[in-house]
């Protein structure tokens, strides 16, 4: 139908909704998920509103959405249909830089349709997930003034809720908070939050609110919806003005316009993502986010190469014993590359500092700086290079600029300080993920939101952080341990995250402290170890000083093999904000890792998932002193198979890793 008009005699706004006249009777469409246990109903009348059941129960309540454009009286005819359909999807998506190989969708998906717009929901077994459409002329050019996304609930749950630390700005963030465990009711009012958010249902189980498939289009974070009881998306306003700040050359924007997208001829806009739990392990290994992401634009992806980075930032550069002068210069690169070539490690990273950050020039580089002869000599031992830019002094110049440092055989960018979530950021987003393709070149993108499918339309973007990761320690004292075991359930849900971890100084509560150059971890040397398994990161770093590593090479070693990219992942056993042990498995080796909060505790844990026949068991644990000493371990080697069950203990704010490599 063609909606009333808001304001007399001013520009229609016209909400995306779907019924037949405005005085037909609301029509209510019903559709379940394979398994049958979820269920979406949408009505359609003056309002279009979606519900989601489970077995019966409410995960969520009566919510309304909405697009809200301004082009005029043209969108809809007086006698405009409702037009309906239903398909099955079931497909086998590769995915070579996911928790997995591959991804098995299974759905329903209904379609709404009414002339030059549409929208489509998709139920899964573990979710559900809508989308708007439009099918314009390529001439027709739309604006959105703003989207009404609400997810309700039933009754006043508590939600982990990870509200924006720029509370004067929230729309520029870097995405990285800890979460506040918090009744709706008690949502903060003068705040947002970003996504994911997860709430707790009870007996019912966890809803996580998210979404997917975010291009050239602004991404959404929450308010409290507090007349409902739950959720309200808000979006940023499109960029209108900017300035370039001195320190790095970053673009801060200054002005928006008054809508939040503009947008012509066919298109399909972002999936909302309602993901389902019914026990919290299920969580990290929720796909729909990738299902949900835009098919692979790479035609043949085998040049991509997941793996582990040493890293220069975190531990500023801190080497000793050599016979150099050590800083950001071509000597001290050459040192990482060996120390990563000893090590089995496939990439270094050229952080901030090898180019001018305050000429915003990518294609200079200091004079200390060689990157010819750092990438050639890292070529010559088998080690990728990867360089660390600004996100918009890459934009800058991004053809040239993938072109040139693509022909040197630079393997790849960390591209950070995006710190925007508004249509023009995206789609920078998209442009630098797309230009690095073509030029065969990895990214791992920093300052950035949460994953939304990205990492599937461009398996060459290996990671993403818009997490509250271990460089928090340099300068602060949050409950690291504590955040170690929610996250996964939360943040990594969407995608991987470069938490940035690794840690050989190892502290517990009473030692802690925030050093900058020198800096340590909470919780013990295990738990570190016991991150690689645990979380996702394609791309993962070796934080600390290659000087710590060469001291402890019994971890390094066991560090350098546990697999980036693997063939399957499972979550043995977990609680939210409690404890987690997560087992991955490639080509038949299975690395599993556990992670406990600031609580010590002791786990049962059947080896069930094993293949037939016995395996080595190489198993990392907390140390006898580990409550004491952090960087106690103890090592032991044993032939188990699937009938064993091991008895691990963890210390406070400890973990565990072990190897299982199956006995020839």
């Not at 398996?459 to 949050?478: A, D, I």
């Not at 350098?560 to 904000?577: E, F, S």
């Not at 609580?599 to 037939?612: A, Q, Y």
Request: aromatic share 12%; hydrophobic share 40%; proline share 5%.
């Amino acid at each position: 139908m063609l909606m009333k008009s808001l304001f007399k005699g001013m520009m229609l706004v016209v909400a995306v909704l779907f019924v037949t006249h405005a005085e037909a009777a609301d029509k209510t469409y019903r559709m379940s998920s394979p398994d049958g246990k979820i269920v979406v109903k949408v009505t359609a009348g003056d309002q279009l509103t979606y519900s989601v059941e489970r077995e019966g129960k409410v995960l969520v309540a009566p919510s309304q959405i909405a697009m809200k454009l301004n082009n005029g009286e043209t969108i809809w005819g007086e006698n405009a249909k409702l037009r309906f359909k239903s398909s099955h999807i079931r497909e086998t998506i590769p995915s070579p830089s996911h928790r997995s190989k591959e991804v098995t969708v299974d759905c329903w998906q209904m379609d709404l349709s009414c002339r030059d717009y549409g929208v489509q929901f998709r139920v899964f077994d573990n979710g559900v997930a809508w989308r708007f459409y439009s099918r314009l002329k390529d001439e027709d050019v739309v604006t959105v003034d703003d989207e009404v996304a609400e997810i309700n609930f039933d009754a006043d749950y508590k939600a982990w809720v990870p509200y924006c630390r720029n509370t004067k700005e929230p729309f520029k963030d870097s995405w990285e908070s800890i979460y506040t465990y918090t009744p709706i009711s008690q949502f903060n009012p003068e705040n947002l939050a970003f996504l994911p958010v997860l709430v707790d249902l009870g007996e019912r189980g966890k809803v996580l609110v998210t979404e997917s498939d975010l291009e050239s289009y602004p991404g959404m974070l929450v308010a409290a919806n507090a007349e409902q009881g739950g959720f309200a998306g808000r979006f940023p306003k499109y960029p209108k003005e900017s300035i370039f700040l001195p320190t790095r050359c970053q673009e801060k924007i200054v002005a928006t316009e008054d809508y939040i997208a503009r947008f012509s001829g066919e298109r399909t806009f972002p999936w909302r993502v309602i993901a389902f739990a019914k026990e919290d392990r299920e969580l990290p290994t929720n796909d729909l986010v990738y299902a949900l992401g835009a098919p692979c634009r790479i035609a043949d992806p085998s040049w991509i190469v997941p793996g582990h980075s040493a890293w220069d930032w975190w531990n500023d550069w801190s080497i000793s014993h050599v016979d150099f002068k050590v800083g950001i210069n071509t000597e001290t690169y050459k040192y990482f590359v060996d120390f990563a070539a000893e090590y089995d490690l496939e990439y270094i990273i050229l952080d901030e500092g090898w180019s001018p950050p305050k000429e915003g020039d990518v294609m200079k580089s200091i004079p200390e700086i060689d990157v010819k002869e750092i990438v050639d000599y890292a070529k010559s031992k088998d080690v990728k290079v990867i360089l660390w830019v600004v996100a918009n002094v890459l934009d800058d110049k991004l053809e040239e600029a993938m072109k040139y440092y693509g022909d040197l055989g630079v393997a790849g960018w960390k591209v950070d300080f995006i710190d925007r979530t508004d249509q023009k950021a995206v789609e920078m987003i998209y442009r630098i993920s797309d230009a690095a393709a073509r030029n065969k070149m990895v990214i791992d993108f920093h300052g950035m939101y949460k994953p939304t499918g990205l990492n599937r339309t461009y398996p060459n973007v290996l990671n993403f952080e818009g997490v509250f990761g271990l460089e928090q320690l340099k300068w602060s004292n949050p409950d690291m341990p504590l955040y170690d075991v929610t996250m996964p359930f939360i943040r990594m849900v969407p995608g991987p995250a470069d938490y940035t971890q690794g840690a050989m100084r190892n502290a517990n509560k009473t030692n802690f402290r925030s050093i900058y150059s020198t800096p340590m971890s909470q919780g013990t040397r295990c738990h570190q170890i016991g991150t690689y398994v645990v979380f996702d990161s394609p791309l993962v770093m070796l934080c600390d000083t290659p000087v710590n590593y060469k001291n402890e090479p019994e971890v390094t070693q066991f560090i350098a093999r546990i697999p980036t990219n693997p063939d399957r992942t499972v979550v043995l056993q977990g609680k939210v904000g409690e404890y987690i042990v997560t087992a991955r498995e490639k080509e038949g080796t299975w690395y599993v890792g556990g992670l406990t909060n600031w609580t010590g505790r002791t786990i049962e844990l059947p080896l069930t998932f094993l293949g037939d026949g016995m395996y080595e068991a190489e198993i990392l644990t907390d140390g006898v002193n580990a409550n004491r000493v952090g960087e106690d371990y103890r090592r032991e080697v044993r032939t188990v198979n699937q009938s064993t069950t091991l008895t691990v203990d963890m210390a406070n704010g400890g973990g565990f890793a072990m190897i299982l490599t199956k006995s020839k």
